[in-house]
């Protein structure tokens, strides 16, 4: 059995030692799991197929010793764009108990890393290189979440979905061409919206934001390297309201 993802990827070790898991996919997985999957199928659960998995990309357990080495992370060298669509038509959808604004909602990421410093982020210590798929690629996701999941209703779970602000107009113009009846929500963060951006993002079905706040002290602020400041927070959660969204300040229990 393989698990992967942010927290197997940062503390790769302690999943293996805590778990029945035989391999951690750790980095990004699109491809060197595709290449697990074919070499399991090749050779099967012997000590060859293993030997195969001893590169970047994977923590498995020394054939020896039996303690966990990890190989070091993997990253796709390609454009996120170049990735194919989530099969989402494999999930069985009357399992999945996310909801959002009441419905059954889907989720998905539009880009990944983040430039900020914060302490107590996963980020901190997996992906800091920012990529982000294009407007396009995610109007196509979301023409396949409406087939296989049939809802409208979309958690955006990018760090911060609003970083990059052309991106961000582009995205909202394509999505109320393409899909008006949409219902979103999103995290970002104070420094990263403004008035305008805030309308048009209302207008293409942005119900909710939720905004990494962290804390309403100064010293905390500075502490963690949020890079923001109380000053900053209060003017983007004024904003908000009044554009029609409403919004929600996520704490760090520091």
Same mark, same amino acid.
């Given at each position: 059995?393989?698990?992967?993802?942010?927290?197997?990827?940062?503390? &790769?070790?302690?999943?293996?030692?805590?778990?029945? +898991?035989?391999?951690?996919? *750790?980095?990004?997985?699109?491809?060197? +799991? *595709?290449?697990?999957?074919?070499?399991?199928?090749?050779?099967?659960?012997?000590?060859? %197929? %293993?030997?195969?998995?001893?590169?970047?990309? +994977?923590?498995?357990?020394?054939?020896?010793?039996?303690?966990? *080495?990890?190989?070091?992370?993997?990253?796709?060298?390609?454009?996120?764009?170049?990735?194919?669509?989530?099969?989402?038509?494999?999930?069985? =959808?009357?399992?999945?108990?996310?909801?959002?604004?009441?419905?059954?909602?889907?989720?998905?990421?539009?880009?990944?890393?983040?430039?900020?410093?914060?302490? %107590?982020?996963?980020?901190?210590?997996?992906?800091?290189?920012?990529? %982000?798929?294009?407007?396009?690629?995610?109007?196509?996701?979301?023409?396949?979440?409406?087939?296989?999941?049939?809802?409208?209703?979309?958690?955006?779970?990018?760090?911060?979905?609003? $970083?990059?602000?052309?991106?961000?107009?582009?995205?909202?113009?394509?999505?109320?061409?393409? @899909?008006?009846? $949409?219902?979103?929500?999103? =995290?970002?963060?104070?420094?990263? *919206?403004?008035?305008?951006?805030? @309308?048009?993002?209302?207008?293409?079905?942005?119900?909710?934001?939720?905004?990494?706040?962290?804390?309403?002290?100064?010293?905390? $602020?500075?502490?963690?390297?949020?890079?923001?400041?109380?000053?900053?927070?209060?003017?983007?959660?004024?904003?908000?309201? &009044?554009?029609?969204?409403?919004?929600?300040?996520?704490?760090?229990?520091?």
């Amino acid at each position: 059995t393989c698990c992967g993802g942010a927290h197997p990827t940062v503390e &790769p070790h302690s999943v293996l030692s805590r778990s029945q +898991f035989d391999v951690v996919a *750790v980095g990004e997985a699109e491809r060197t +799991f *595709v290449e697990l999957v074919g070499d399991y199928e090749r050779l099967g659960h012997t000590d060859a %197929f %293993f030997d195969t998995l001893r590169r970047p990309g +994977f923590c498995l357990r020394d054939s020896r010793t039996g303690k966990a *080495v990890n190989h070091g992370k993997a990253f796709n060298d390609c454009t996120l764009d170049e990735l194919a669509l989530p099969d989402r038509g494999l999930v069985d =959808w009357s399992r999945y108990t996310r909801t959002l604004n009441g419905q059954r909602c889907a989720v998905l990421m539009t880009s990944r890393g983040c430039p900020h410093q914060c302490v %107590f982020c996963a980020t901190e210590h997996h992906e800091r290189r920012v990529r %982000f798929h294009s407007p396009e690629y995610v109007i196509r996701e979301l023409d396949s979440i409406k087939r296989a999941v049939n809802t409208n209703h979309v958690l955006f779970l990018d760090d911060t979905l609003t $970083l990059n602000r052309s991106r961000m107009v582009r995205l909202c113009e394509l999505i109320i061409e393409h @899909h008006p009846d $949409l219902i979103w929500r999103g =995290w970002t963060r104070a420094d990263a *919206v403004d008035q305008g951006l805030l @309308h048009l993002m209302r207008k293409s079905g942005c119900y909710a934001l939720c905004y990494g706040v962290e804390s309403g002290n100064a010293r905390m $602020l500075r502490r963690i390297r949020k890079g923001t400041t109380v000053a900053m927070n209060r003017p983007a959660i004024e904003m908000t309201k &009044p554009a029609g969204i409403k919004c929600r300040e996520r704490k760090s229990d520091l």
